[in-house]
């Protein structure tokens, strides 16, 4: 049997390349395909895969996420023809793809595309993109949307990464998940932290710093009370992350699986700062260092009430960030 592993682009190790790992260790003569591949981005077990890419790969791959409305034509052009199993990972367009006749085409879903449906401001919104942007992204919008929906036909299974993404998938695509299967974490890695703070202590931030994620918040709430955070990961959002930031948030870069881990064993908290998104590996990973995962219950509102009724929250930076999971 061959088996075709298609994954929507190659730009680096996150938590949908660690779902992949997994797929090609399953399958380790399955080709992959995508949309950009980056050689020696995505790790050893990916790349001794023999990895085939669109059209998109020959235009200039820093800008990739400009071409956002080839993404359609670019993925249905991947040939698939003589693959038996097509294994799709899709935040964005991978299970659109198109299957030979007669092909199984299980397509494993991390969300639907976010940034055309219920986050197209985070993404598209005043202060986040150019007048010319909006307008051309407003345009094109409701034509992807519609794609987005249409293409879940070339799926005969969809499984969930998450309850939370089975109702994103009943409620955009208007189709029930066929399975929910959490995405795997590696816990043996982790050595569990000891049990309470100390005066080194700091929060912890591993993430891709994109839009949806609402970084900013947790930036601005530790900046605002000086406490230490640290941010590990690297995006488009980096810079003006940076120039918002107070002296108390050290920014990383794209840490190294190892020197992550270290740095989960050592802190005292994690923290999410979005509101909506699917599940990932970092609450798990959270959970397996002996983190204190931090939940705030305050509206962001708060963040912005006079210093006096925030005065109780000066030693308790938790409670200073927004809730979003």
């Given at each position: 049997?061959?088996?075709?592993?298609?994954?929507?682009w190659?730009?680096?190790?996150?938590g949908?390349?660690?779902?992949l790992?997994?797929?090609?260790?399953?399958y380790?003569a399955?080709?992959?395909?995508?949309?950009?591949?980056?050689?020696?981005?995505?790790g050893?077990?990916?790349?001794?895969?023999?990895?085939?890419?669109?059209?998109?790969?020959?235009?200039?791959?820093?800008?990739?996420?400009?071409?956002?409305?080839?993404?359609p034509?670019?993925?249905?052009?991947?040939?698939?023809?003589?693959?038996?199993?097509?294994?799709?990972?899709?935040?964005?367009?991978a299970?659109?793809?198109?299957?030979?006749?007669?092909?199984?085409?299980?397509?494993?879903?991390?969300?639907?595309?976010?940034?055309?449906?219920d986050?197209?401001?985070?993404?598209?919104?005043?202060?986040?993109?150019?007048?010319?942007?909006?307008?051309?992204?407003?345009?094109?919008?409701p034509?992807?949307?519609?794609?987005d929906?249409?293409?879940?036909?070339?799926?005969?299974?969809?499984?969930?990464?998450?309850?939370?993404?089975?109702?994103?998938?009943?409620?955009?695509?208007n189709?029930?998940?066929?399975?929910?299967?959490?995405?795997?974490?590696?816990?043996?890695?982790?050595?569990?932290?000891?049990e309470?703070?100390?005066a080194?202590?700091?929060?912890?931030?591993?993430?891709?710093?994109?839009?949806?994620?609402?970084?900013?918040?947790?930036?601005?709430?530790?900046s605002?009370?000086?406490?230490?955070?640290?941010?590990?990961?690297?995006?488009?959002?980096?810079?003006?992350l940076?120039?918002?930031?107070?002296?108390?948030?050290?920014?990383?870069?794209?840490?190294?699986?190892?020197?992550?881990?270290?740095?989960?064993?050592?802190?005292?908290a994690?923290?999410?700062?979005?509101?909506?998104?699917?599940?990932?590996?970092?609450?798990?990973?959270?959970?397996?260092?002996?983190?204190?995962?931090?939940?705030?219950?305050?509206?962001?509102?708060?963040?912005?009430?006079?210093?006096?009724?925030?005065?109780?929250?000066?030693?308790?930076?938790?409670?200073?960030?927004?809730?979003?999971?």
């Amino acid at each position: 049997m061959r088996v075709a592993l298609v994954h929507d682009w190659l730009t680096g190790l996150r938590g949908g390349e660690r779902v992949l790992e997994q797929l090609c260790l399953l399958y380790p003569a399955a080709d992959i395909f995508t949309l950009v591949h980056m050689p020696g981005t995505c790790g050893e077990i990916i790349e001794r895969h023999r990895i085939r890419t669109s059209f998109l790969d020959r235009l200039p791959k820093g800008v990739y996420r400009h071409y956002l409305p080839l993404f359609p034509l670019a993925i249905e052009s991947l040939d698939l023809e003589g693959y038996d199993l097509v294994v799709s990972t899709s935040h964005a367009v991978a299970k659109g793809c198109r299957p030979a006749k007669g092909a199984v085409h299980v397509a494993y879903i991390h969300t639907p595309m976010r940034y055309v449906w219920d986050q197209f401001e985070w993404y598209f919104g005043a202060g986040r993109a150019g007048p010319l942007t909006r307008l051309a992204a407003g345009a094109l919008a409701p034509m992807l949307r519609r794609w987005d929906v249409r293409s879940t036909a070339r799926a005969q299974a969809l499984i969930a990464n998450s309850r939370f993404v089975a109702g994103r998938i009943r409620r955009y695509w208007n189709r029930e998940a066929d399975a929910v299967v959490y995405p795997p974490v590696d816990t043996s890695r982790f050595v569990p932290a000891a049990e309470g703070p100390s005066a080194a202590d700091y929060a912890l931030i591993v993430s891709a710093l994109v839009p949806y994620k609402r970084i900013d918040l947790a930036v601005s709430a530790f900046s605002r009370l000086k406490r230490p955070l640290w941010i590990a990961g690297d995006g488009p959002e980096r810079r003006s992350l940076e120039r918002a930031a107070g002296s108390s948030v050290r920014f990383l870069g794209a840490a190294s699986r190892s020197s992550s881990c270290c740095r989960e064993r050592k802190t005292s908290a994690s923290r999410r700062s979005n509101r909506k998104r699917r599940a990932g590996p970092c609450s798990p990973s959270a959970a397996a260092a002996r983190w204190k995962p931090s939940w705030t219950a305050r509206p962001a509102s708060s963040l912005h009430s006079p210093p006096s009724s925030r005065s109780s929250t000066a030693s308790r930076p938790s409670i200073a960030c927004k809730q979003i999971h």
